[in-house]
């Protein structure tokens, strides 16, 4: 179960990269933020593998809920750019999610 929540941070981390690199004019606000990490679990839970699809529902739900929570600590922290998140909430995989 700690592997899962280890893939939540990788990809917490991982897509806001881009956003703590880049100018902080035209920061997101608090429900910009809040999109992304709602749009971070419907690509998670959307591209979730068949073994972590075999862990019980609320196991799956706390890792997605971790998750959400860390993007928004992060995109609020750094300042996340406006223009990454609309990047961000445009994406259609947990790739594109993360390269933006």
Known sequence: MQWVGA?????????LLA???ACTAGAA????CEALGDKFV????????????KLPPEVLERAAAKGRDEIIDQCKAKST?????????GATT????KAC
């Open 94 to 97: 947990m790739d594109e999610f």
């Open 29 to 32: 606000s608090e429900q910009d």
């Open 7 to 15: 893939i939540v941070r990788a990809s917490a981390r991982a897509c």
């Open 81 to 89: 750019p406006k223009a990454t998140v609309q990047r961000c909430l």
């Open 42 to 53: 419907e690509l998670y839970t959307a591209e979730l593998s068949e073994d972590a699809r």
């Open 19 to 21: 956003g703590s690199l």
